[in-house]
């Protein structure tokens, strides 16, 4: 399943573009996402266990299966205010 | 009224917004830019959102806030791009018949914003350094970084 991951703030900045593509094998899950961010963006590797994923509008556990279609966001700890 | 936007915020308005015959409490919160912290002098902050995200979880916090409390209206602005000190960020108004409810209802509006609202802020430091600011990333980092 082909994945474009939004990303934002620092890891937007470390990683020098507001995406990555991701080419994963379903089923996929948030955790899945993760370890390929890592992977894919060596730069993201060292913040990857503190980064938020959002799928759809919603904040979603390494368990969760991200199904087709749905947009996946990752970032770091919100800091608005 | 939920809105994120680049303009400055008309406080304001947003008072006159909330304003209701059935309200005999009005709070508003306002969020603006800090010179110092933990002893470093601040310049300017970088706001950036997940705008679609962002006013998913507003709306979520709202409905949460009026089943808590008896919320007569509400509105919350939320600025974002390049702000100079003293510049309003945020700006989170509430009425209610009471005031009780109103200091409540903006305090858990504030609060739960800044915790789960996907906004993020970058400090751009007197020393010309500049920083995200993500908290708790770093503890959580195999190498944490500084920049």
């Known amino acids: ?81 | 009224m939920i809105q994120l936007t680049h303009d400055p915020i008309d406080t304001q308005q947003l008072t006159e917004s909330v304003r209701d015959n059935a309200a005999g409490a009005i709070v508003v919160f306002l969020g603006t830019v800090r010179e110092l912290t933990d002893g470093r002098r601040t310049l300017a902050l970088d706001y950036e959102a997940y705008p679609e995200m962002a006013e998913a979880k507003l709306e979520e916090l709202v409905e949460t806030a009026c089943q808590r409390w008896p919320v007569t209206r509400w509105g919350i602005v939320h600025r974002l791009g390049h702000l100079a000190l003293g510049d309003v960020s945020v700006a989170v108004a509430v009425s209610c018949p009471h005031r009780d409810a109103a200091f409540e209802a903006g305090r858990f509006l504030i609060d739960t914003l800044k915790e789960i609202v996907p906004i993020w802020k970058k400090e751009n430091f007197s020393d010309g350094s500049t920083e995200w600011v993500h908290p708790g990333l770093d503890s959580k980092t195999e190498n944490p970084l500084t920049g």
């Open chain 1, 1 to 81: 399943m082909k994945l474009a991951v939004q990303l934002y703030a620092r890891a937007r900045e470390l990683a020098g573009q507001d995406h990555v593509e991701l080419d994963l094998d379903e089923p996929v899950l948030v955790g899945d996402v993760r370890q390929a961010l890592a992977s894919t963006v060596p730069d993201l590797a060292p913040l990857a266990p503190g980064l938020l994923i959002a799928v759809g509008t919603d904040y979603a556990d390494d368990g969760i299966v991200v199904s087709d279609g749905k947009t996946v966001a990752c970032f770091p700890p919100v800091s608005g205010g």
